[in-house]
């Protein structure tokens, strides 16, 4: 399934629409493919540049979702695209970190296949239950009244997520490995399916991207028992960290722009200065900051780094949980 669409719609306080010379980067139309359906991080954090991108360059930035097998269709496709800048990828935590070491016959490989052009955002997750689990006294204490249940309730308690290999699923291994716990895992062909079960009491808990839970935990809908970074929330002040209760406990999800390992370095260049710029465009990092996100908008280089340390970080996580595909 794709989906595309050019964002043409103006961008307050973005610069003067630039005369494209001949020969001069970009020549027409870059489309940055996303791996997922729209409305998650990968879509919006595309969707958010678009103007900027368009006013800097004077030409339109497509969306287009190829959503499947964790994101490794759409990495396929990038991969193998003419190396000139035209074409981007936004590579998710997922398809770059997890991926290689979870999926066999990959058909792409992360540090050979793509240049990293800069880091987008950054989201922790959120641990989360159904209120009526809650209410009962499991979860009413926080982090470590919900450990101690499910010590006395091995297996017990069903968690889902957007997938297997999922921020969502890791971070939940994760917590897993290090609190000694066993989870019964559900996974659901995406966020928004997972999220809407657990709302309905379909099952009990899960950690969730922070964005798109959310509003769902300041409604009252969902309880929020900790945070997956090692600090609190700026937008959730009062839920703790669950490092606070788990001493070192950390992960997040994060969302990059990549290129064909082939781009010219000038480019790769020219494209790392366009996009941090848009992201630190007041309007755009407003927007991504009040729905949860923080703005990365780093240097090639960190953006390459965080591509190696998850690499090797998610590797012992899937190794030690015994994941696989299936």
């Known amino acids: 399934m794709r989906r595309r669409s050019a964002l043409l719609l103006p961008l307050l ?5 630039a005369q494209t010379r001949p020969g001069a980067f970009p020549s027409r139309p870059i489309t940055v493919v996303v791996p997922y359906v729209p409305g998650g991080p990968s879509d919006i954090l595309a969707r958010s540049v678009a103007a900027p991108m368009l006013a800097m360059t004077g030409q339109p930035f497509i969306v287009e979702n190829r959503p499947g ?5 759409a990495g396929q496709f990038v991969a193998r695209a003419e190396p000139d800048g035209h074409t981007l990828l936004i590579g998710a935590s997922g398809p770059m970190s997890v991926n290689p070491n979870l999926l066999p016959n990959l058909p792409y490989d992360t540090l ?3 240049a990293p052009l800069c880091l987008g955002i950054i989201a922790p997750n959120l641990l989360a239950v159904h209120q009526s689990f809650a209410d009962t006294g499991p979860a009413s204490q926080g982090v ?8 006395a309730h091995p297996g017990e308690l069903s968690y889902g997520s957007p997938g297997i290999g999922s921020s969502e699923h890791l971070t939940t291994e994760l917590f897993s490995l290090m609190t000694g716990t066993q989870l019964n895992h559900v996974p659901y062909p995406g966020a928004g399916a997972a999220i809407t079960d657990l709302i309905s009491g379909t099952y009990q808990g899960t950690f969730i991207s922070f964005g798109p839970a959310l509003p769902h935990v300041q409604s009252g809908r969902l309880r929020a028992l900790g945070v997956s970074s090692l600090e609190r929330h700026r937008l959730l002040p009062d839920v703790p960290a669950v490092s606070e209760t ?7 999800s994060w969302q990059s722009f990549v290129a064909p390992k082939a781009t010219p370095e000038p480019v790769q260049a020219k494209l790392n200065e366009l996009l941090v710029t848009a992201l630190r465009m007041p309007a755009v990092d407003e927007r991504l900051q009040a729905i949860g ?7 090639r280089e960190e953006c390459k780094q965080r591509f190696v340390a998850d690499l090797a970080r998610w590797a012992d996580v899937i190794r030690r949980a015994n994941l696989s595909i299936r």
């Open 144 to 151: 470590a009244n919900f450990i101690a249940w499910l010590k």
């Open 69 to 73: 097998a964790n994101g490794s269709i």
């Open 112 to 114: 050979r296949d793509f």
């Open 293 to 299: 996100y923080t703005v990365a908008a780093s240097s």
């Open 246 to 252: 788990v001493a070192g406990f950390e992960a997040f």
């Open 13 to 17: 306080a973005t610069p003067a629409i």
